[in-house]
């Protein structure tokens, strides 16, 4: 595997990190008194009153088709009140990650592409229409 350092301007990231914790909501499962995943979830004025942004979900690959990622998805929809939509962005080659989505009953919305630090990333958008 190739591995290379990306500079990153640490107020940048500090700044992202901040936001995150500010107006998100973190899971985390432990099994085994050890961390095996977590999901991060961030209401903002952008995302409208009644969606919640869906910003990073990881299971360790051990631990994926446990029924880690699908708790994880499920307590963060249930603990922001008023959700009706939860938003999700994929890199658009992370096949796993689509797949998971698409399991869930998340529904293509559009393409996008974002710069990271210098690098064209290709992303899809991806809606969860949540039942009341």
Avoid at 10 to 15: C, M
Avoid at 41 to 52: A, L, N, Q, R, Y
Avoid at 82 to 99: E, F, I, K, L, P
Wanted: no cysteine; net charge neutral.
């Amino acid at each position: 595997m190739f591995l290379r350092e990306i500079p990153i301007k640490i107020d940048f990231v500090q700044s992202k990190l901040k936001r995150r914790i500010e107006q998100g909501i973190f899971w985390v499962t432990e099994q085994d008194g050890r961390i095996v995943g977590f999901a991060n979830f961030i209401k903002t004025p952008e995302s409208g009153d009644d969606m919640v942004e869906l910003a990073a979900i990881y299971v360790l690959p051990e631990r994926q088709g446990q029924g880690v990622g699908t708790g994880l998805l499920t307590a963060g929809i249930r603990a922001v009140p008023g959700v009706s939509r939860v938003m999700a962005r994929v890199n658009r080659d992370n096949q796993a990650g689509r797949r998971f989505y698409e399991a869930k009953g998340f529904r293509f919305e559009k393409d996008l592409v974002e710069e990271f630090f210098g690098h064209q990333q290709h992303l899809i958008e991806m809606i969860l229409p949540v039942a009341e």
